[in-house]
C-alpha cells in the first residue's frame, strides 16, 4: 500500500497510517473505555494492548524504589520547595524562597517539580514523579513516531529499546533537567516527520516551539539536532523550495518566541529586585546561556568553573575523541546498541537512496539518525564540563533509529543483504555487550556468556530468516532481542534497585563507568580527575543512602579511599574540609558532603535542625552558606530560606562582601554556616572566601556536632 506522500515505499517501510474511517453512528460507537484498548480499528487486535503494555511496564519499571533516592539532587529539590512557597522564585528558578540566587539553569525544568511539591507537599515522590512521568512521555512520542513509517511493531521495539537503556532509566527517575529536555527533543523530532509528510507549516511551528520550551530547560543543548532538523526538512520537504524556506522562518519565530520570551523578561527586570542569576560573573542570563552553559562547554573555558580542558586528549571531564562515547566511563550509560543504531542507520539511508526526494521514510531517518550524530559528535568531542549522565539525549534517537532499521531490514529479510546486515548488528551487539559485562568482571559473569554465545546463535539464525517458516522465523527474531536487551536490561534493573543522590549519578551496578580509570574513580563518575570521597548515590553506590546520609563502606567499594581512613571515610587522613571525620562520611551532624559540599550536600541533624529553626520567622534567611548543594541541605531540612554565597560552585560574585555586610547590619541573617569550602576554589580574593574570613573574624562560634555556626546577630568583643 502506498499514499500520495510515499509513492515507492520499500517492503521493509510500512507506509503512513491510512486515513481513519468516518466516525461510525452515535448509537453504535464504542465505549470509550472499549476504543482506549483497542486503538485504531485497521490496527490489529494486538496494537493497542501492547503500547498500553509498554507504557504500564514502563511507569512501574521507573517507579520502584523510587523514594530511595530522597531528594536525589538537593540542589534542584530546594529549587522547587522554593518555588513551591514562592513565585517569584518560581518564575527565576531561585534556589530559595527570599530569591538570593537562581539555579544555573533555566527554571521550565523546575516547574513540574515546584507545582507538584505545591499540591502534594516536599517528599521524594512529589520530585521525582514528574520525571517518571516523562519518561513514559517520551517512549509514548517515540513510539508514535516510528510507528508512522515503520509500523507498530518497530515502535513497540524502539519504545521497549529507550525503556531500558540504563540512562534513560536513571535520570527518568531523577531531578535532572535532563527528563524534560529528553522528551521535548523527541516531540520536536516527531513534529518534523509529521511535517515531513504532508509538508503543513503548523508541524514545523510546534516543532520550534518544543526546542525553544528545551532551551528553557537547558538552554543551548537544545540546538544540536537543529543542523539535523533544518537539512532533513530542507532537503526532503514535499514543498516548492520557497515555500520550505518561509516555513523554516516560521518554525525559527517560534523557537524564538517559545524560548526567548522568559529570557526577555529576566534581561529587562531590574537586577536589583530580581535574583542574582546563578552560573554567570555578571548576573546576565544571556552570559550564562553563552558562557558558562554555551560555549565553555565546547572550548572547556568555563568562567567560574571547578575544571575542564579536555582539550585535544582529555582532562578534568574525561578524554575526548570519537570513541568517548564507548569508553569506559560512558559506555555502560548509552553505548550498548550504539554500533547496531550505526549499523542499521546506514542500511536504511542505503535502503531509501533510491526512492524520491520526498519520501517520508528516508526523512525519518534523517530525522533520528542526524539527531544522533550530531548530539554524539558534540558529546565527544566538548572539553568542557561533561557529566555521563548527559547521554540520556541520544536515548530517544538511537532507540528510534534501531526500530525503523530493523523493522526495515527484517521485512527484506529474504534478501541476502537485508538478512546478512541484521545479523551483523546483532554481531556487533552481542560482542560489544560482553565487552562492557567485562568490565565489570564481578557483576552477574554468566551473563556475558549469554549474551555473547545466545547472540552468535540468534545471528547465525537471522542470516537464514528468510528461508525459515514464520514461527521459526519469530522464534530466532526473540531469540535475537532477548540477547541485544539482556545486557543493557540487566543494568536498568541494577539502576532501579539503588536510589541516586548528588549532582553525579550514573546507571548500572558498582564500578560501572569509573572515572580516571582507577582507585580515584569513585562510584558514580566522581568528581573530576577521578572521584570524591562523601559523593554517594544511595545504597551500594557510594555509600549514600537517598537522603544525604552515608552508610558504612561509602565511598569506593570497601569503604574510604586508598590510605584514607575507615569504612564511610573522608579524604585521606579521616578528615573531610568540610568538617566530618572518617567514619562518619564527612556528612553527618551538617558536615558537607563530596568537596566539602559542592557535589553532595550535608546530612542535618536534629541539634542543627532546630538551631536554625529557632527565631527563623524573623529573619529573611536563615542561615548562608557557600554553595548551593550545602545550603540547599539545610533549606530541605528546615524549610527555612538559606543563602547560598557564591552558587553552585561558590564562586559567583554574588552577593559581595559589602553586600552581605548590608544583610546583616539589617538583620537579614541569622546564622552562617561553616565547613563547606568548596566554593573557595576561587581562591582567597573571591567574594565567598572574603565573607567567611569575615564572618569568621567578628561572630560567635557555635558548634553542634561537627557542624559549625557562627552567630551574626552575636559578634565577638573583638568584632
Given at each position: 500500500?502506498?499514499?500520495?506522500d ?6 521493509g517501510?510500512?507506509?503512513a497510517?491510512?486515513?481513519a474511517?468516518p ?21 490489529p ?5 501492547a503500547?498500553?503494555?509498554l507504557l504500564?511496564a ?5 517507579l520502584?524504589?523510587?523514594s ?9 529539590s530546594?529549587a ?6 514562592s513565585?517569584?522564585?518560581?518564575f527565576?528558578?531561585s534556589?530559595?524562597?527570599?530569591n538570593?540566587i ?6 521550565a ?16 515522590w ?11 512521555g517520551t517512549?509514548a512520542v517515540v513510539y508514535?513516531?516510528?510507528r508512522?513509517?515503520?509500523?507498530p ?5 524502539a519504545?521497549?529499546v529507550?525503556?531500558?537503556t540504563p ?6 527517575r531523577?531531578n535532572?533537567?535532563?527528563?524534560l529536555?529528553a522528551l ?5 523530532c516527531y513534529l518534523v516527520?509529521r ?7 503548523k508541524w514545523?511551528?510546534w ?8 532551551f528553557l530547560?537547558k538552554t543551548?543543548?537544545a540546538f ?5 532538523l533544518?537539512?532533513?526538512y530542507g532537503v ?20 524564538v ?5 522568559w ?7 531590574p ?5 542574582y542569576?546563578?552560573g554567570s560573573q555578571?548576573?546576565?542570563f ?6 558558562y552553559?554555551g ?5 572547556g ?6 575544571g575542564?580542558g579536555?582539550g585535544?586528549?582529555g582532562g578534568?571531564w574525561g578524554e ?5 562515547m564507548f569508553?569506559?566511563e560512558?559506555?555502560?550509560q548509552?553505548?550498548w546498541l ?5 549499523i542499521?542507520?546506514?542500511a536504511?539511508?542505503?535502503?531509501t537512496?533510491r526512492?524520491?526526494?520526498?519520501d517520508?521514510a ?5 530525522v533520528w ?7 554524539m ?17 541520544l ?9 525503523m ?7 527484506r529479510?529474504?534478501?541476502?543483504g537485508?538478512?546478512?546486515?541484521l545479523?551483523a548488528?546483532?554481531t556487533?551487539?552481542?560482542a ?10 564481578d557483576?552477574?559473569?554468566w551473563?556475558?556468556w549469554?549474551?555473547?554465545v545466545g547472540?552468535l546463535a540468534?545471528?547465525l539464525?537471522?542470516?537464514f530468516?528468510?528461508r525459515?517458516g514464520?514461527?521459526?522465523a519469530?522464534?530466532?527474531?526473540a ?11 540487566a543494568y536498568t534493573?541494577s ?21 580516571g580509570?582507577?582507585p ?14 562523601g ?8 555509600g ?5 546520609r552515608n552508610?558504612p ?5 570497601g569503604?574510604?579511599?586508598p590510605g584514607?581512613g575507615?569504612a564511610g571515610?573522608g579524604?585521606?587522613g579521616g578528615?573531610?574540609p ?5 567514619g562518619?562520611?564527612g556528612r553527618?551532624g ?7 559540599g559542592?557535589l ?6 536534629s541539634?542543627a535542625?532546630e ?7 524573623r529573619?529573611?534567611?536563615?542561615a548562608?552558606a557557600?554553595?548551593?548543594q550545602n ?5 530541605l ?9 557564591g ?12 553586600q552581605f ?9 541569622h546564622y552562617f ?5 568548596g566554593?573557595r576554589?576561587g581562591g582567597?580574593?573571591?567574594s565567598?572566601?572574603?565573607i ?11 558548634t553542634v556536632?561537627?557542624?559549625t ?7 565577638t568583643?573583638?568584632?
Open positions: 500500500m502506498t499514499t500520495p510515499t509513492p515507492a515505499l520499500l517492503p517501510l510500512a507506509p497510517d491510512p486515513p474511517p466516525p461510525a453512528p452515535a448509537a453504535g460507537r464504542a465505549s470509550l473505555p472499549r476504543r482506549l484498548w483497542r486503538g485504531r480499528p485497521e490496527d487486535r494486538w496494537v493497542r494492548p503500547f498500553l503494555g504500564l514502563t511507569g512501574l519499571l521507573y520502584y524504589g523510587l530511595a533516592s530522597g531528594y536525589a539532587n538537593s540542589f534542584y530546594a522547587a520547595q522554593a518555588g513551591s512557597r513565585w517569584k522564585a518560581f527565576f528558578g534556589l530559595d524562597a527570599a538570593a537562581t539555579v544555573d539553569k533555566p527554571p525544568a523546575l516547574w513540574p517539580m515546584a507545582l507538584s511539591v505545591r499540591l502534594f507537599g516536599l517528599n521524594s512529589a520530585l521525582l514523579v514528574p520525571q517518571v512521568l516523562m519518561g513514559v517512549v508514535a513516531a516510528v508512522r513509517r515503520s509500523g511493531g518497530a515502535g513497540l521495539l519504545g521497549v529507550l525503556a531500558l540512562v534513560a532509566a536513571l535520570m527518568f531523577f535532572n533537567p535532563d527528563a529536555l521535548l527533543m523527541s516531540v520536536a516527520v511535517a515531513l509528510e504532508d509538508g503543513r507549516t514545523l511551528v516543532a520550534g516551539t518544543a526546542i525553544g520550551l528545551a530547560t543551548l543543548q544540536l539536532v537543529l543542523p539535523a533544518a537539512l532533513a526532503c520537504a514535499p514543498v516548492r523550495p520557497r515555500r520550505r524556506l518561509v516555513q523554516l522562518a516560521s518554525a525559527t519565530a517560534a523557537l518566541v517559545s524560548g526567548g520570551w529570557v526577555a523578561i529576566v534581561e529587562l527586570w537586577a536589583a529586585s530580581r535574583p542569576i546563578g555578571t548576573n546576565s544571556l552570559e550564562l546561556t553563552f558562557g552553559n560555549l565553555g562547554r565546547l572550548n573555558e568555563e568562567t567560574g568553573s571547578v575542564g579536555g585535544a586528549g578534568q575526548t575523541g570519537w570513541d568517548r569508553n569506559a560512558v559506555g555502560g548509552i553505548a550504539l554500533p547496531a543504531a550505526l542499521l542507520l546506514a536504511g539511508l542505503v535502503l537512496r526512492l524520491p526526494r520526498t517520508p528516508r526523512g525519518a531517518f534523517l539518525g542526524g539527531s544522533l550524530l550530531t548530539t559528535a558534540v558529546f565527544s568531542y566538548m572539553a568542557g564540563i561533561f557529566h555521563q549522565y548527559y547521554t540520556v539525549a536515548a530517544p534517537y538511537l532507540a528510534a533509529v534501531v526500530g532499521g530493523a523493522a526495515a531490514l527484517w521485512e529479510r529474504a534478501s541476502a537485508a538478512s546478512l546486515t545479523a548488528a546483532l556487533a551487539t552481542a560489544w555487550g560482553y565487552v562492557l559485562l567485562l568490565r565489570t568482571p557483576y552477574l559473569p551473563l556475558r549469554l549474551v555473547l547472540g540468534a545471528a539464525g537471522l542470516v530468516a528468510g525459515l514464520r514461527r521459526t519469530l522464534a530466532v527474531a531469540a535475537a532481542l532477548v540477547a541485544a536487551l539482556a545486557a543493557p536490561a534493573v539502576t532501579v534497585r539503588e536510589g541516586h543522590s548528588g549532582s553525579i549519578v550514573t546507571a548500572g551496578p558498582a564500578g560501572a563507568s569509573m572515572r580509570g582507577g580515584g574513580g569513585a562510584r558514580g563518575g566522581g568528581f573530576p580527575g577521578g572521584g570524591m570521597p559523593q554517594g548515590q544511595g545504597q551500594g553506590q557510594g549514600g543512602d537517598g537522603q544525604g552508610q563502606g561509602g565511598g569506593l567499594p569503604g574510604g579511599l584514607g575507615p571515610g579524604l585521606p578528615t573531610l568540610g568538617g566530618g571525620t572518617a562518619e562520611g553527618t551538617g558536615g558537607a558532603g563530596g568537596m566539602g559542592l553532595d550536600g550535608a546530612q542535618v541533624g541539634e535542625r538551631l536554625l529553626e529557632t527565631g527563623a520567622d529573619y529573611t534567611w536563615a548562608a557557600v554553595g548551593s545550603a540547599a541541605s539545610y533549606q531540612a528546615t524549610g527555612e530560606p538559606v543563602m547560598a554565597i552558587g553552585f560552585n561558590g564562586t559567583d560574585p554574588s552577593p559581595t562582601l559589602a555586610r548590608q544583610y546583616v547590619a539589617d538583620g537579614r541573617i554556616i561553616g565547613g563547606g569550602t566554593g576554589m582567597d580574593s573571591g565567598s572566601a572574603q567567611a574570613s569575615w564572618v569568621e573574624a567578628r561572630f560567635e562560634k557555635v556536632g561537627s557542624a555556626f557562627y552567630d551574626l546577630t552575636c559578634p568583643s573583638t568584632g
